[in-house]
């Protein structure tokens, strides 16, 4: 049974930095593109950034130059890497698996609040 399980959220000021990680119950973890996502109160989720299994990268352009992903495929963990994080990125963030379209596998989120 495929489970992705994050954790590392929590309360930020603006500003402020954050870790996430995922770590994720798959065999052939290092061939799956990992990818995060968020989904802000209200709105619709959205793609944050994703890491290919060449460990080539793709961000969203508001958080481009801020956020960082990067994966241990030793350990089965794909990471977020937040800085410079604002109020409206508030939102529960998910983990997502997928392999060439056919498998495709999410986690259940960790809460990120920004907020003084």
């Known amino acids: 049974q495929v489970q992705l399980v994050e954790s590392g959220g929590g309360l930020v000021q603006p500003g402020g930095s954050l870790r996430l990680s995922c770590e994720a119950s798959i065999s052939s973890f290092s061939v799956y593109t990992m990818g995060w996502y968020r989904q802000a109160p209200g709105k619709e989720r959205e793609f944050v950034a994703k890491i290919t299994s060449s460990s080539g990268t793709n961000y969203a352009d508001s958080v481009k130059g801020r956020f960082t992903i990067s994966r241990d495929n030793a350990k089965n963990t794909v990471y977020l890497q937040m800085s410079s994080l604002k109020p409206e990125e508030t939102a529960v963030y998910y983990c997502?698996?997928?392999?060439?379209?056919?498998?495709?596998?999410w986690g259940k989120g960790t809460l990120v609040t920004v907020s003084s």
């Open positions: 997502n698996a997928n392999h060439l379209g056919l498998l495709n596998y």
